[in-house]
């Protein structure tokens, strides 16, 4: 959500995959970053009370969730007009196809979190709560030290909207890997061993409907001009994969349940992703100079010696554009097979996200998703156990 925030536009959003932010856009993220933690929790709040209340189910994305958000009389007592609402909302293609949301979807965080990046600036945040820092803590260091470390590291404020700590859920981070289990069906890399739980609904042929589906996609990708000869592409195979997906995907949201939970678990991933994505004040103090959030990781995951994941810059790459295509997909775009044909058309904006997808799923889950379209049109078993590089060098699962 932070970062819906500091980017102008919705084209500026789009656009953050190819090139770095402009100068009004890390203006915008200096500024986030040095906002009070009470500002910081109203736009917070101001971002969950302007989420769509369509006509659809609750827990659909044009209508999240039920629950109230805090009154405006409490919310007006900030002041959030400075930043623009119409930065919440992604939309692909015009409106023609059109998956929007006023946050991420949880995937987005799944992916991000998969870089180790929150275990990284947890361990950054905790040498500074140490007094462990040999760094200049110039105010906008110290700033940002402070709210990271209140918004993230601390139990939320009892009265906020998407608190989420009680005494039956006392581990944040053990809360984040069941949800991540529930909606996915799998952990985080380097976590499959953490004593979380497990829920007995949770979606565990997600990672097969989505291969099934990018699959297909690819062999429209790959045979789309063919006027002549066989024609493969089956729009109606990848209809039925987004249907299924989509359906999974509103059961385990339950009417809105987990919404908050995904609300608040985006935008902690996305304040993260956007500390990294320019010479951040963080960033600065530590004498880091480089050119990419992957690379800025790297380093800084170095100084703090807790290991980042080697394929980050892929999973930097994916994780965006998974949030367009999972959102679109649970709103049922794709359930229609006079809509499927955008996924791999070339004049389609979906089809280069799907290439992008499609690229960067296959080099971090180790499963070529253009294997089909190259050796056989048949069903093929899927790989077990394969997986990302952990920070160990070892595998882990992604998918």
Known sequence: MFRRIAYTTDNSFTNALISDPSQAIIDRADRLFNLHPSELYALLESAWSFRVRGNFPSGHPENKTALRGLPDSITALFDTSWFNNSTFVTQVNGGDCTGHSLWDHLIYAYVIESTQVYKVFRKLVENYAKGDFEINLTPEVLQWLHNTETLWFADPPVLSSFNMVSHLRSDMYLT??????????????????????????????????????????????????????????????????????????????????????????????????????????????????????????????????????????????????????LTMIESGIFNDEANVPQLYSNTSPISAVMKQIIFNYSHVSGNNLKARAVKTYESMPLPKGNGIAAGNGQPALLS
Not at 228 to 252: H, V, W
């Open 176 to 325: 984040r890997c069941g949800l991540y289990y529930r909606f996915f069906g799998f952990p985080l890399p380097g976590d499959e061993q953490l004593p979380y739980y497990k829920a007995k609904s949770s979606h565990l042929n997600y990672r097969r409907s989505f291969e099934r589906f990018a699959e297909e996609v690819w062999i429209g990708v790959e045979n789309e001009v063919n006027t002549t000869g066989r024609r493969p592409i089956d729009d109606a195979a990848i209809a039925f994969s987004a249907y299924e997906m989509q359906k999974n995907f509103l059961s385990q949201r339950n009417n809105g349940d987990i919404t908050k939970q995904e609300f608040f678990f985006v935008s902690m991933m996305a304040w993260f992703h956007l500390s990294l994505e320019y010479n951040s004040p963080i960033v600065r103090a530590f004498g880091i100079n480089e050119q990419s959030p992957a690379q800025r990781l790297f380093a800084l995951a170095n100084i703090v010696g807790v290991p980042a994941n080697g394929l980050s810059e892929n999973l930097f790459r994916l994780a965006d554009n998974m949030s367009i295509l």
